[in-house]
């Protein structure tokens, strides 16, 4: 069964700095997708960013990065230029390629300080 | 473009009687997953409905069932409700096409205490 596995349950950076988020993931797939997710206080879940595991070229959103080492089974999120608005709970996930069941890790809180 | 609603937003319930949550599918969506996310956890994947049929399931009891509607809305059931179903109920909306995944569209959940 694959499972996701996120080693930083909370992380605080300053505002304007870079933070990296971890997440490990177990898989015996060769292809599959992964995402990053962002749950602020309104509950909803925001999909921040995703990385097809057939591209070898990390995906990269404005402020946000990822670095994918897949024979490592490693997908860490750079934030960079931190903002107050980053604050959330930040899921990392993966999904099957044929299947949209979605297996989420226990998440990171992260914290912007002024 | 009318993204997922869930409600009610918050619910009460008491141990032993049922429940039942709504979701409006975002629109020109055919397809609607259920998470349970605990308090401090996750979200845990409950079941996928596509095209009004049950298409997926996670590791949770018959008591969870639910339903898809001809317009793709979806109802989460849970009967016989216990303590350890206290959580937020997510509700995720996406165009399942097979092979071509497209990213899921969230609601902002029903908070669900039972007492």
């Known amino acids: 069964a694959q499972t996701v596995t996120q080693s930083q349950p909370e992380m605080s950076v300053q505002e304007a700095e870079t933070v990296t988020l971890s997440c490990t993931y177990d898989?015996?797939?060769?292809?599959?997708?992964l995402f990053w997710y962002k749950q602020p206080p309104s509950r909803q879940m925001i999909l921040v960013i995703r990385?097809?595991?057939?591209?070898?070229q990390n995906a990269t959103e404005n402020r946000f990065s990822v670095n994918f080492q897949k024979a490592a089974k490693s997908f860490s999120l750079k934030i960079s230029d931190s903002q107050l608005g980053d604050a959330a709970m930040y899921f990392c996930?993966?999904?099957?390629?044929?299947?949209?069941?979605?297996?989420f890790g226990k998440g990171t809180r992260l914290h912007i300080l002024p | 473009e009318t993204g997922v609603t869930q409600s009610p937003t918050h619910l009460i319930k008491t141990r032993g009687q049922q429940v039942t949550l709504r979701c409006s599918s975002q629109?020109?969506?055919?397809?609607v997953s259920w998470y349970q996310q605990a308090l401090g956890q996750g979200p845990q994947f409950i079941f996928q409905?596509?095209?009004?049929?049950?298409?997926g399931r996670g590791n949770f009891p018959p008591r969870f069932s639910g339903l898809q509607f001809p317009n793709y809305s979806s109802e989460l059931n849970v009967n016989a409700l216990e303590l350890d179903d206290s959580a937020l109920y997510l509700c995720?909306?996406?165009?399942?096409?097979?092979?071509?995944?497209?990213?899921?569209?969230f609601g902002n959940g029903t908070r669900l205490t039972v007492t």
């Open positions: 409905y596509y095209r009004e049929e049950e298409n």
């Open positions: 629109s020109g969506h055919n397809t």
């Open positions: 996930a993966y999904r099957e390629y044929l299947n949209d069941k979605i297996i």
């Open positions: 990385q097809e595991a057939y591209k070898q």
């Open positions: 995720a909306s996406s165009l399942g096409q097979g092979a071509v995944s497209s990213p899921l569209h």
């Open positions: 898989t015996s797939e060769s292809d599959y997708y």
